[in-house]
Each structure stands twice: as C-alpha cells, then as structure tokens.
C-alpha cells in the first residue's frame, strides 16, 4: 500500500508522543514492504548523533519525507501546517492518508471530498490542555468532530477516550494502544559528565515542560521532603514559554533540581536507565509514552491517578490523587523511605502488553478495511 502520514511535528523526533508513534509505525510498515510518505514540518530540530537527521532530507529509513512549510507563531504552525500539508497529500494517490492529532484533523474533510480512503488517531484530548487559548481550543474541537464524522476508522489510545467519543458522538472507535520497544540499560556517562549524576541518586520527571504535566505539583512537593536526592527536570516547552519561565523560577529555588532541557538519544537513555523514581504527575494525558517508556526500564513509577494513567500501568506503578501536593507529597516519601530498586515484573509487563509489531498489524489491518 501507499500510505501518507500527517500531523506529527518532524521524524525522527521525540518532541512529542505523536513524533514517537508516527516513527515507530511508520518504520515498521516500510520493512513490511508499503511505500509511507511522512509530512514533515519545516522549522526548529533539535537533534544528536543518534536522531541527526537533515531537515530538507528526502528518505529516512525508507520513509519518504516531505517537508511542508509552516510558521513558528503558537496556534498558527499546526493549522498551516495542517492545510498545506492535506492539499499536498490528496495529489498523491495514497491508498489511505492516516491523519495524527486533533488539530490535523480539522482537514480530514477535504480528502473524503475525492473519495480518499482516511484513518485518525487521537492521542489526546488536546483542547483540554491549558497552554490554548480560546480560538485554538474551537480549532481543536473542531479537528475532533471531524475525526468523529469523516474519518473513516478512528484509533483511540484508551478506553477512557472510546467513552468519551462514544458518549459525545456516537461514535464507535478501535482502541489501540501505543507500543514499546525494550531497551538496554545504560551506565551513567554522559548524565555523570553534564548533570553530575552518578546513578540511583535522582529523582525523575521527562516529558514537555506545559502545563498539563503538573510540573509545578511535583516541584512543590519535592520542595518539603527532606532529602539528598536530585530532582531531575528534564523536558522543553511546547507552545509554553511562559510557563517553562515559571518553573525555570521555581527550579532555582531549590539547590536539589536539575534542569537539563530537552533530551533525546543517548541523554535520555541514562536518565531513565538511572533514575531512582520515574514522576508524572499529570492532570490531561492521551497515553503517556514516557510512562511506558520508564515501565520499559524497569523503573519505579509515581504517577497521578487520571484514567489515562492508571489504565497504561494497572499495579505497576504507584499513585496520588492528581492535583494534590500533600498527597503526592506523602506518596513520594513514603516511596523513597521504602527505597525503589529495580522493577522486572514492570519489563515483563510491557513486553507482553504493548507490542510494536502487534501495533502495526491492528493498524495495517483497519487500512484494509475499506468500506
């Protein structure tokens, strides 16, 4: 098959959950033997040795990748992006365009107009997160009834999301849930030479520094434990500046916090391979693949106590009411007085519940599915 992928940022990245996803399936159906186009936003890349990638680069692992124009401006990058990105792919006899993302799928219409078979994934509720404002909320709504009227099969990440689209739309959904990879651990090198981490010796939050992720719950918690731990920040902003300042304030109150910035490729494989406890305190997720991610590494995981959250990891991690410092407060001492070591049952977990290769082949099969 002939397959175009849109509404990711740019692969290869790991700017977001979405850049992970559209990569990993993207990659996987090419070694499979379909032709998959990816359209990438034109703009600011941040990458190292293992992610380098040239942003005007045609191929990368054998997915075809098209740049596409946009602006840097909050809340006008995706909804160029998305335009011009759509009109693009309906010239280019796909047998299925898969649209990622609410926003994205503001356009799913204009390929249903030439009798384009679409699929849709929606990662999240992105309306619901704080950094968007009133206009940019309406656009995102907007994408998620179109995803609910047009598209032609609709992907959820939870079964909490397939409640919702069922209860406000009518609308039957297939639920199928983001894969994983099983790493190697990682001695601690480049964290050691950079942060001055040694290992077992930091406390651990990687995700985007917005608002939704509760870093600012977790910073004050952490502020009121008496500990010789680090806390490690790691993340960039995401459409939030304002608020990665406030915490940036925040950080520097506090000798114990780490911020590194946004990390990828090997970086981000020490931090979680060396982390004592993984932290996500959350107030919106879709399918949070930092969680599974730490799962992978075996970590010890406190995390809020939403739907999302608890549906991804069951008994495998530990939980505080979400938005309640005192309580995560006393979740987080109570788990490092116990002491956190490495976790095998969470690696078997994921390696038998969230499958890659199973991913795509739920996948491939709804593009089959032709009505």
């Known amino acids: 098959?002939?397959?175009?992928?849109?509404?990711?940022?740019?692969?290869?990245?790991?700017?977001?959950?979405?850049?992970?996803?559209?990569?990993?399936?993207?990659?996987?159906?090419?070694?499979?033997?379909?032709?998959?186009?990816?359209?990438?936003?034109?703009?600011?890349?941040?990458?190292?040795?293992?992610?380098?990638?040239?942003?005007?680069?045609?191929?990368y692992k054998g997915i075809k990748i098209v740049q596409v124009p946009t602006v840097e401006k909050k809340g006008l990058n995706a909804l160029i992006y998305s335009v011009l990105a759509t009109f693009r792919a309906i010239f280019g006899k796909y047998d299925v365009i898969h649209f990622h993302a609410e926003g994205p799928c503001a356009m799913l219409w204009l390929p249903k107009l030439f009798g384009i078979y679409t699929v849709a994934t929606i990662h999240g509720l992105d309306w619901q997160r704080a950094k968007w404002g009133g206009l940019a909320t309406r656009y995102l709504k907007f994408g998620e009834k179109m995803a609910a009227k047009k598209a032609d099969r609709l992907i959820v990440l939870s079964r909490n999301m397939q409640q919702y689209f069922m209860e406000q739309y009518q609308r039957e959904t297939i639920y199928i849930p983001n894969g994983v990879a099983i790493p190697q651990l990682r001695e601690s090198k480049e964290i050691t030479k950079k942060f001055g981490l040694q290992g077992n010796d930091y406390i651990l939050f990687l995700a985007r520094i917005v608002p939704e992720k509760g870093v600012h719950y977790l910073?004050?918690?952490?502020?009121?434990?008496?500990?010789?731990?680090?806390?490690?920040?790691?993340?960039?902003?995401?459409?939030?500046?304002?608020?990665?300042?406030?915490?940036?304030e925040m950080a520097s109150q506090d000798?114990?916090?780490?911020?590194?910035?946004?990390?990828?490729?090997?970086?981000?494989?020490?931090?979680?391979?060396?982390?004592?406890?993984?932290?996500?305190?959350?107030?919106?997720?879709?399918?949070?693949?930092?969680?599974?991610?730490?799962?992978?590494?075996?970590?010890?995981c406190l995390v809020s106590d939403i739907p999302e959250n608890k549906e991804l990891a069951g008994s495998h991690?530990?939980?505080?009411?979400?938005?309640?410092?005192?309580?995560?407060?006393?979740?987080?001492?109570?788990?490092?007085?116990?002491?956190?070591?490495?976790?095998?049952?969470?690696?078997?977990?994921?390696?038998?519940?969230?499958?890659?290769?199973?991913?795509?082949?739920?996948?491939?099969?709804?593009?089959?599915?032709?009505?």
């Open 255 to 300: 000798e114990r916090v780490v911020m590194t910035g946004f990390v990828q490729g090997q970086l981000l494989e020490e931090l979680y391979s060396n982390c004592s406890v993984y932290i996500l305190p959350s107030d919106v997720e879709g399918m949070p693949i930092s969680l599974l991610e730490a799962l992978a590494y075996g970590r010890s």
């Open 1 to 59: 098959m002939k397959i175009a992928m849109l509404g990711h940022k740019r692969i290869p990245s790991r700017e977001g959950g979405v850049e992970v996803v559209v990569e990993e399936l993207a990659t996987r159906m090419v070694e499979r033997g379909h032709q998959v186009v990816a359209y990438n936003r034109k703009g600011k890349h941040v990458s190292d040795e293992k992610y380098s990638v040239d942003t005007h680069t045609s191929v």
């Open 317 to 371: 991690a530990n939980y505080f009411m979400h938005g309640d410092v005192a309580d995560l407060k006393e979740k987080l001492n109570a788990l490092l007085i116990k002491g956190a070591g490495m976790q095998e049952e969470n690696i078997a977990y994921v390696r038998d519940t969230f499958d890659w290769e199973k991913v795509v082949d739920q996948t491939l099969a709804l593009y089959e599915k032709k009505d």
């Open 219 to 248: 910073l004050e918690a952490f502020r009121q434990i008496d500990t010789d731990l680090k806390l490690v920040i790691a993340g960039g902003s995401s459409h939030s500046a304002d608020y990665y300042q406030e915490i940036a």
